[in-house]
Structure formats: C-alpha cells, structure tokens
C-alpha cells in the first residue's frame, strides 16, 4: 500500500515540479477531450474489426465513447477537436491478453499455490514500458502473475493511462482473473542444479504432481464454498448464533472460480498437460478462460474448442528449451480454424508495442485473412478478458479507445500518430517530438546536478563494500522473473 501510495503521489508531482521550474523529468500528460468532449477524425481508412474496413471515413468520439462512425459525420459543438486524417488509417486500440508491464514483481515463488497474491498491490504507473505501449497504438493490458506455481496470483487489467494516478488504470468491470501454470517452471527442476544454492525442494516437482495439487485445492475450495453457503442458508432461515467459517484467502479466488466470477489463464506448452487440465476443469465445472503460450495447442485444437478455451500465443517463439521444441508458427491459424478464440500476446514489459507486426506474421504462417490477422489484438483478447463490449473494435457505443496510423498497421513502415484512451490523447507524436529538446536541456542540468561522478571529472570513487555477499544468491541469479515463456 505505502509503494502505491508514493507512486501516485510522484505522478501528480511531476506537473506541479514542472510548473515551478524544477528540473524533474516529466511525463507526458495526456491532452484531455476539450471542454466540448467532442473530437471528429476525419477521410481515414477506418478498421473497424467486426463491421469491415470504410474508406475515406470519419469517427466522432463524444465524452470518451465512439458516438459514430460513417460519412461525412460533422461535430455538435463547434469547439471540437478535428483531425484531418486523410491517407492514414484508425484502429482500435491494442489489446495484450498477457503482459508484465507496469508490474513491480512477477513470481511469489515460495508455495505452489499463491492465490491470495495480487500483481494489483504492486503495479508501477510511472514505468516508461508504459509509454512506448502507448507509441506502439496498445491501449489496454492483461498483467499476469508468473509461472512459478501449479495456482499462481491474481491478474490486474488495466487501461494505459500513463501520467494519471493508478486507480485510473485499472479497467472498470474487468472481470478478475488467476494465473495457472504447468510444466517445466513450476518443477523448477533447472534451479536446483546451480552450484552454491541451497533451498529446498518445493512440491510439486513432477507433472503428476502439479495435477495433485490442483485436484486437492478445488477439492478444498469447494468443501469451503459448501461451508459458507450452509452458513449463509442457516442465517436466512433466522438460525441465532451461528458461527462463521473462518475466512481462507488462498480459497476464496478458487472459490470465485468455481463460481464463473474469476477467469482461469493458465501457461501451458505440452499438448499432454493441456488435455489434464481441460479435463480437471470439467470435472470441477469450471471453465479455462485462456491457455497461455499453449505452443502444442495445434496438437489438440478440437479438445481446445471443445472445451471453450482461449488461445493466447507468441508469433514466434519457439525451440528456446525442451518443452517448446515442438512450437511451430502456424499453430494460430490451426487453432482459428478449428474455432478457438485466439489472441497474440507480449508476455513481456516491452514487446507490446511490436504486436502490431506480431499479428502480421499470422498472415504468412498459415494464411490467416487481413481481418482474422487483425482479430488477433484487438476483439479476440478483448473476448479473453471479458471486455468486448468495451474495447476491441470500433463501434457505436464503445470506449473511444484508438490510434491514428501513417499507413496501414500491418506495415513495418507504419508508425502511430495518435493514441486514444477514453477519448483522451496519451500519446502524440508531433508532441513527443517537440519535447525531445526539452528533455535533453533538463538531462544535462540533471547531470551537472550529479554528485557522484567519476573521479576524472571531479568525483570521488565509491567506498569499499562493508561485506560481501554469499557466491549465489536470489539477487544474481536469474530466476526467469522476466515473467513465464523463456
């Protein structure tokens, strides 16, 4: 709570700094909508997603949502903000099913089930990932808990509006999800060969182990959903002094799961581990809203629709360890055409702004069309995280969240103008590159200002180390905290 609460309070000092001459770096602020809330774009190739491509079309956006969309569409106020985007081309804002940014830790490492956790209490809204998401038209993240456990925590879904406090991130009626995992990092089996490092084993460290711990904490969630709802029963009945179960918060998300009020994204690679975990669900009538990275999918796309789950994959990644070595790059468009809902995905704090071309890909490896390629970052996530009446495409109603494009998103030629969220402008490039001088100028006053500089320019070396630290640790180890892919 103390870290979120001196985030938030150096987002809204970085404007009043500024305002009185200091010299803090500051964020970009986002362009508000104007005192009318109206903003008309106008003769662009608009890509709608689910209702076609119009040519030589106008958007108006009014107090932050999609008002229309068509030909010659003109503003109620007269103050509106026009853009003339002739020979450039709208979209909806991205959508990235499975993101690291903003996420200040990734893996609570130390039980195999860590439910209680959530990547909600740790997000950063100053971190600069952020930004670039936004320069690369992505307007809305899934951040996930790692692999590290069989139950992993809880997931944030957040809406990027970089330089606003954090609690205007997260995306208003998201439903809440879990990260599950299986396979070779919940085993963990690569760290315990590293010389000098002693901990212990931790359980599970084999796949028949990883199903156990699934079966035994369902089985525990739902013995503790029985309890309360027999307690609920009785105090409606008028039953007088009844005690209550006492509360388990490793439970309580599982038990919002068993409910359908909290969706399941499980990283998965092998197409054995996939089928058990499908399996599991429909024994405990849960449904598994994504598999992540789901690399052997294309082995098992029928059982995948079947089921009803998600695909949320890389483009490209494949052959990096053991488990991956059967990854090829056609298994979205396998999975497409057996009816699976597919997403293409970040699973980083950077990559989020190339999913553009990452979508692009699809078109090559396995002939997906311009709009399924499209699909796949903007209303097929948006399905994932339940937000589709929202986000994903451009229509009537829905949150004005977009970007302006130079030339077609498919392009690696093309670059993004503006990016919109809720109406509002987050990124600008003509203003980015306006403030480019500005921030060189504030750089070297920060570097004069320096006292720690070398010695041959005036500074003192630093002291010697009071102690030193064991040969291996958890700080120079690499624990893959990145996140769950590599």
């Known amino acids: 709570m103390m870290r979120k609460l001196i985030a938030i309070m150096l987002v809204a000092l970085v404007p009043m700094w500024s305002a009185v001459g200091g010299t803090a770096l500051a964020q970009p602020q986002p362009q508000k909508r104007g005192a009318s809330g109206e903003t008309l774009i106008r003769n662009a190739t608009i890509l709608t997603v689910t209702r076609g491509t119009l040519q030589n079309a106008d958007l108006l956006i009014r107090d932050g949502k999609i008002a229309a969309v068509g030909s010659n569409l003109k503003a109620n106020d007269a103050n509106a903000r026009v853009i003339d985007a002739a020979g450039k081309f709208v979209m909806p804002g991205i959508v990235d099913a499975h993101s690291h940014s903003m996420s200040d830790a990734v893996n609570e490492g130390t039980l195999s089930v860590t439910s209680m956790v959530r990547i909600h209490d740790i997000l950063n809204p100053a971190a600069v990932n952020l930004y670039r998401a936004l320069a690369g038209g992505t307007t809305t993240l899934n951040i996930l808990h790692g692999s590290a456990n069989t139950i992993g925590g809880q997931n944030a879904v957040v809406k990027i509006k970089y330089g606003r406090p954090l609690e205007e991130f997260i995306f208003p009626g998201a439903l809440p999800g879990i990260k599950f995992a299986l396979g070779e990092n919940v085993k963990r089996a690569t760290q315990f060969n590293i010389p ?75 197409a054995d581990e996939i089928v058990m975990l499908l399996n599991l669900a429909d024994e405990f009538g849960f449904k598994i809203k994504t598999l992540q990275h789901v690399l052997e999918g294309y082995k098992v796309a029928p059982e ?97 969240d977009l970007a302006i494009w130079t030339g077609h998103p498919f392009s690696t030629y093309s670059r993004v103008e503006t990016t919109f969220i809720d109406g509002d402008i987050f990124f600008d490039r003509q203003q980015d590159l306006a403030r480019r001088e500005e921030l060189r100028r504030e750089r070297e006053e920060l570097e004069k200002a320096e006292a720690n500089r070398p010695p041959g320019e005036g500074g003192q070396p630093p002291g010697a180390p009071r102690g030193r630290r064991p040969a291996h640790t958890h700080d120079d180890i690499n624990f893959d905290e990145e996140g769950d892919n590599r």
């Open 196 to 270: 000098g490092l002693q901990q212990p084993r931790r359980y599970p460290a084999t796949r028949m182990g990883q199903e156990e711990v699934l079966r035994d904490s369902f089985t525990r969630a739902r013995d503790y959903k029985r309890s309360w709802d027999e307690h609920r029963a009785g105090t409606a009945r008028g039953e007088r002094n009844r005690i209550p179960p006492k509360r388990d918060l490793q439970l309580e998300p599982l038990v919002e799961i068993l409910e359908g009020r909290r969706l399941v994204h499980a990283h998965c690679y092998r």
């Open 304 to 400: 995948i629709a079947r089921h009803g789950a998600g695909a949320s994959l890389f483009a490209d990644n494949w052959a990096y360890k053991i488990e991956a070595y059967d990854a090829i790059p056609h298994a979205a468009a396998i999975l497409v055409r057996a009816g699976v809902v597919v997403s293409i995905n970040s699973d980083s704090d950077e990559r989020a702004r190339r999913l553009n071309i990452d979508a692009a890909k699809m078109m090559k490896y396995g002939g997906l069309t311009e709009e399924e390629a499209m699909r796949l970052i903007t209303i097929n996530p948006a399905i994932q995280l339940g937000v589709q009446d929202r986000v994903g495409s451009l229509e009537v109603g829905k949150d004005a």
